[in-house]
T-cell receptor
Framework: AQKITQTQPGMFVQEKEAVTLDCTYD???????LFWYKQPSSGEMIFLIY??????QNATEGRYSLNFQKARKSANLVISASQLGDSAMYFC???????????FGTGTSLTVIP | DGGITQSPKYLFRKEGQNVTLSCEQN?????MYWYRQDPGQGLRLIYY???????QKGDIAEGYSVSREKKESFPLTVTSAQKNPTAFYLC???????????????FGPGTRLTVL
């Protein structure tokens, strides 16, 4: 089974609007971390936000927030007030406390329309 | 400035030749990783290393080899046994290799390898 599933291959959003990128995960480890990365066309992976499985609050970092629904095993990324520079690939990832690997989804391509 | 460097950014090689991709970090991170990314795809783990002189195979290790002689360096060799080596290669590191912490990975700028 896939550890991380991103079901939206491509998304479009109007500039200044908010957008939600979906991510669901699969683990039996009670302790894990969830990550979102941005990959612009240059190729470098940029860390955006982290959510721990025991965190009570949803993580926020500037315009990025993580909608964490533990029971549904979902960790959606919300980008508010989209900017043209937000156009990129976005990857959801997970690391289980009991393991050494990071598991990545297949990514969502976001295009911000002026 | 702390970070991860990969060189070169673009690499061209003839089929049948081995090639080594460099990855250096000055973040004092224990763990280092190599990923392969094909167009339109996610990241697939090739090898990772938790400490010096130790490394483990990832999901697609066949045709690749690594070494970890120094904490800062984790070079990847793409051998002639790798059937389709043309891809984008990303190196990453994270602070801790212990199972009691969940630390994010930080990535280098990547090397785009083309085998002619």
């Amino acid at each position: 089974a896939q550890k991380i599933t991103q079901t939206q291959p491509g998304m479009f959003v109007q500039e200044k609007e908010a957008v939600t990128l979906d991510c669901t995960y699969d683990t039996s480890d009670p302790s894990y971390g969830l990550f979102w990365y941005k990959q612009p066309s240059s190729g470098e992976m940029i860390f955006l936000i982290y959510q721990g499985s025991y965190d009570q609050q949803n993580a926020t970092e500037g315009r990025y927030s993580l909608n964490f629904q533990k029971a549904r095993k979902s960790a959606n990324l919300v980008i508010s007030a989209s900017q043209l520079g937000d156009s990129a690939m976005y990857f959801c990832a997970m690391r289980e406390m009991g393991g050494n690997q990071f598991y990545f989804g297949t990514g969502t391509s976001l295009t911000v329309i002026p | 400035d702390g970070g991860i460097t990969q060189s070169p950014k673009y690499l061209f090689r003839k089929e049948g030749q081995n090639v080594t991709l460099s990855c250096e970090q000055n973040l004092n991170h224990d763990a280092m990783y190599w990923y392969r990314q094909d167009p339109g795809q996610g990241l697939r783990l090739i090898y990772y290393s938790q400490i010096v002189n130790d490394f483990q195979k990832g999901d697609i290790a066949e045709g690749y080899s690594v070494s970890r002689e120094k904490k800062e360096s984790f070079p990847l060799t793409v051998t002639s046994a790798q059937k389709n080596p043309t891809a984008f290669y990303l190196c990453a590191s994270s602070i801790s290799a212990t199972v009691y912490r969940t630390d994010t990975q930080y990535f280098g700028p990547g090397t785009r390898l083309t085998v002619l």
